[in-house]
Structure formats: C-alpha cells, structure tokens
T-cell receptor, first 117, second 113 residues
C-alpha cells in the first residue's frame, strides 16, 4: 500500500540515451512534483502538475519532459542524457487544499538514482 | 525568490540530549514550512508542517516553531536517540497555487549511543 511509488529505483545508462522514470500515487492527491537531488544533497523543484496541468516548470533543460496521463501518474522522460543528469530524482504529491488546512503536506517517493556513464 | 538556509550542516550529539536544528528563510510571506527527515539512500519522510498562521507544531518528541517576522524556524528534538540519526531538511512553501517547496541544504544529525 505504498503511497508514492517510483520505478525504477536505480537506473544506469550511457550518455546520449533516452530514459523514463515513472511515478504513481494512490493518495488521491491533485498535485504531483518532480525534484532533483544533486551530489551535494540539495533538493530542487523541477516540475509540478495539478490535475494533469503543468503549473511549475523551473529552469530545466527541455530534454526533460514530464507527462501526466492522469492525476495519479507523473512520468519524467529524459532525452539525450548527459553526465550532469546523474542525480537522485524524487517524485512527490500533495492534496491541493484551501489555505489553513494540512493538505499541503508533500509525500515523497523513495527516489530514483540515475547514473549516466 | 525564497531562499532557505540550514545551519549547522552537521551535528553530532550523545544520546539523551535535547537539541535544536535551525532553519532560516528570506521571504516572510511564506505560506507554510515543512520539516522532513531523510535516511541514507531513502526518500523524504514528512515530520511536521507549520501553517503560516501557526507558531508551532508538536509530534511526539519533536516540536517545530515558526517565526515569520524573523524568518526562522527551529526543530526541537527531545531526548535524542540513535534512531534519530538522519538528515533533517526544512522547506518553505511559497504562496499561490503552485505549492512550490524550496529546500534548505539540510543538517546531518548523528546521535551517538
């Protein structure tokens, strides 16, 4: 009964390849996110979707393309992988709620460790 | 743009001590602030969320406070245990519909038995 799940957990690939990471949440949340954690452990938002609509798109190379087939899924596709893309990618979700409630708590998946050789 | 800072980067204490982790943020129009725990090789576990209208939240041995005027939040851990060893991250959530989290770089806590 995992709340936020990601696949794969580990991904090792060659430079120049195209790869995808999948994320699913079974919490009934409206909003999903992708974060990147670099080698210095610093977490930074990449994208956010609310009800399948893109609402945050930080300065991320356009080689990264999120896709949300439904509000329970947010997949991340990466084209032409580069060495600098090596990081841990975290998916998260939250319930979009009126202000003053606890619905903003974000729940994180276990992460996908991407290594580009 | 919100910036979040955590000091110290690492902290080592003997078991049983009470301790305080610090977090500071630049934008006082913060919507709310969330504290997380991250164990090595694992994802993030939400510990506490403080709404902007609140001053503190408590869960078990954890107490988090929020002072918007000074741009600070603290996480107090009472009677620390070796199992508390982890990296603790604070993150500020900006106002607006995006619910965007801006993270600090974390404090790596080691509780020695």
């Amino acid at each position: 009964d995992t709340a936020v799940s990601q696949t794969p957990k580990y991904l090792v690939t060659q430079m120049g390849n195209d790869k995808s990471i999948k994320c699913e949440q079974n919490l009934g949340h409206d909003t999903m996110y992708w974060y990147k954690q670099d080698s210095k452990k610093f977490l930074k938002i990449m994208f956010s979707y609310n009800n399948k609509e893109l609402i945050i798109n930080e300065t991320v190379p356009n080689r990264f393309s999120p896709k949300s087939p439904d509000k329970a899924h947010l997949n991340l596709h990466i084209n032409s992988l580069e060495l600098g893309d090596s990081a841990v990618y975290f998916c998260a979700s939250s319930q979009k709620a009126p202000s003053g409630t606890s619905g903003d708590t974000q729940y994180f998946g276990p992460g996908t460790r991407l290594t580009v050789l | 743009k919100q910036e979040v800072t955590q000091i110290p980067a690492a902290l080592s204490v003997p078991e049983g001590e009470n301790l305080v982790l610090n977090c500071s943020f630049t934008d006082s129009a913060i919507y709310n602030l969330q504290w997380f725990r991250q164990d090595p090789g694992k994802g993030l576990t939400s510990l506490l969320l403080i709404q902007s209208s609140q001053r503190e939240q408590t869960s078990g041995r954890l107490n988090a406070s929020l002072d918007k005027s000074s741009g600070r939040s603290t996480l107090y851990i009472a009677a620390s245990q070796p199992g508390d060893s982890a990296t603790y991250l604070c993150a500020g959530i900006s106002s607006g519909s995006a619910r965007q989290l801006t993270f600090g770089s974390g404090t790596q806590l080691t509780v020695l038995p």
